[in-house]
């Protein structure tokens, strides 16, 4: 069942982004759900970074309509803008930690630059935050001597630590094998449940996406093509759906034609 607008913390209208005169985004439409695990899947390259960085105001769309728990972000609206930036995190694709900060430091910035809290309990909610990320032990580490699965952590105790009802992931798997994969999707399922935010993901990883998530979208040449659940997604016969979903065993079929010709040619 879809969920009623009054369900969703956001929604995103016809939204458009071109770059010299090359349009990705072609009028994107989506509901996420409050308190869902949502993630957008789709092919490299097929404008899924945009997306999320135009919801993210990281670029201003060309056209379209986005809103925040009803409340439309126009571009020359301050106010709703900065209660969108309050109540959001976004966690970038390289984790954007500050090298010359410790991890106590990295955590504790966006209070330090959003909230007029004192010193003193700046650093109570930091050590809280990285505490439940099984990471205070580290705090006085820097990120370069931290493993990179520890550095996702403290990315994502970074982006929590402000109390987020949403928190948006860029590519959050990019350049890992399938075990850190598996471990970055349970974290994320994991606290996204323990602190109750909506969880935003843009992926190409199907397989963990679809055992992850509440539900899910396929975004293909500018437009979502595909939104419903997990198990909607795996019995769509919608030929995108099906191409981008099956691939894997597309290539299976292919390299045992290619060896049953080769064998009986030799």
Do not use: W
């Amino acid at each position: 069942m879809e969920a009623s607008k009054q369900d969703l913390v956001l929604q995103v209208e016809d939204l458009h982004k071109s770059f010299d005169g090359n349009a990705v985004l072609k009028g994107v439409d989506l509901g996420v759900p409050r308190g869902s695990l949502f993630t957008v899947l789709g092919p490299s390259g097929t404008g899924k970074s945009v997306f999320l960085k135009c919801l993210a105001n990281v670029l201003q769309p060309d056209a379209g309509r986005i809103s925040f728990d009803g409340t439309p972000l126009g571009s020359g609206d301050s106010v709703a803008r900065a209660d969108f930036r309050k109540r959001c995190s976004f966690l970038f694709q390289s984790n954007a930690l500050f090298d010359s900060l410790s991890a106590l430091e990295n955590v504790a910035l966006p209070l330090e630059q959003t909230t007029d809290l004192r010193d003193k309990e700046i650093r109570e909610r930091s050590l809280e935050a990285l505490r439940q990320l099984e990471l205070e032990t580290y705090r006085n580490q820097y990120p370069g001597q931290l493993s990179g699965g520890m550095q996702k952590r403290l990315a994502l105790a970074r982006a929590i630590v402000t109390q987020p009802e949403l928190v948006m992931f860029d590519e959050p798997t990019a350049g890992l094998d399938p075990l850190r994969r598996n471990a970055v999707f349970e974290m994320i399922a994991k606290y996204q449940r323990q602190f109750s935010f909506t969880a935003l993901i843009v992926t190409h990883d199907v397989t963990e996406a679809l055992i992850a998530s509440d539900r899910v979208a396929l975004l293909n040449h500018g437009r979502i093509c595909f939104e419903g659940t997990p198990a909607e997604f795996s019995s769509s016969s919608h030929p995108v759906v099906s191409d981008f979903r099956d691939s894997a065993e597309a290539l299976t079929g292919s390299l045992a034609s290619i060896r049953k010709t080769a064998a009986s040619n030799s």
